[in-house]
């Protein structure tokens, strides 16, 4: 018994850690601003052409795309004042469409384990309150290990990021992550979305996560002392 209930507080470190992820990364996902801002930031309509009203419209296509309220990606753009043209490439060349499918996946994929992480937290904390009627300290200590865990990680990816070239890390996120070549592309695609905005959205995205877990451990901290204050 003593092994499960251990088994069962890690699990539960490891899936706040794992709801702080994932839910940052889901946030970014849902939020035009994000792609608006790497338009903007690195000169993307001057880039490919297209201008900025059309880019507003990509931003929110691929957010719905992603939040699955729509089936493809795909939308007609005018570059230049020219003809209207589809925006993705999907030929023996190119194969951006199916490159932006298996990103829907991964992106699946992250909210799954998002809602798991989300539903075992609740339910953890729902047993160990009232079936198990255990101390509510010993839940905040659990809140703050996981946020320590985090914290761990984000400074073990950022120390990552500081010895290992940024563009290297890319690459092996991309082998890992698709198992086909279709992420390489020459179309419009890595246009889009240059290297640099990605080194942004990590950098921002790791230091979202983290300021999250300090304040949720903060929190966690704080309640505890001052209750012991009150009470003395």
């Known amino acids: 018994m003593k092994i499960a209930k251990a088994a069962a507080y890690c699990l539960f470190v490891v899936c ?10 889901h946030f970014g996902v849902s939020s035009t601003r994000l792609y608006e801002y790497g338009f903007d930031r690195y000169g993307v309509s001057e880039d ?20 699955f309220r729509i089936e493809t990606p795909q939308i007609m753009v005018v570059v230049e004042g020219e ?9 023996d060349r ?14 699946q994929f992250n909210h799954r384990v998002q809602l ?14 009232l079936w198990r009627k255990g101390r509510w300290q010993d839940l905040a200590r659990g809140i703050r290990r996981g946020c320590a865990l985090t914290l761990a990680l984000i400074a073990v990816l950022g120390l990552a990021s ?10 092996q996120f991309h082998y890992l992550a698709f198992d086909n070549p279709w992420w390489v592309s020459s179309g419009y695609l890595p246009r889009l979305f240059p290297e640099l905005f990605w080194r942004d959205v990590a950098f921002l995205g790791g230091g979202t996560i983290a300021a999250e877990a300090l304040i949720l451990g903060a ?11 009150c009470q003395g």
């Open 48 to 67: 490919t052409g297209i201008d900025r009203e059309q880019l507003g419209n990509v931003a929110k296509r691929l957010v719905d795309y992603f939040s």
């Open 83 to 91: 003809e209207e043209i589809p925006l993705f490439q999907e030929d």
């Open 219 to 229: 929190i966690a901290w704080a309640i505890p002392v001052i209750c012991r204050k």
């Open 116 to 129: 798991a992480s989300l539903a075992y937290i609740t339910i953890y904390i729902l047993l160990f309150l």
């Open 16 to 25: 706040l850690a794992l709801l702080l992820l994932t839910s940052t990364i």
């Open 162 to 171: 500081v010895l290992i070239d940024f563009e290297q890390l890319f690459f």
């Open 94 to 107: 190119n194969r951006e469409l199916t490159h932006l499918a298996d990103v829907r996946r991964l992106f």
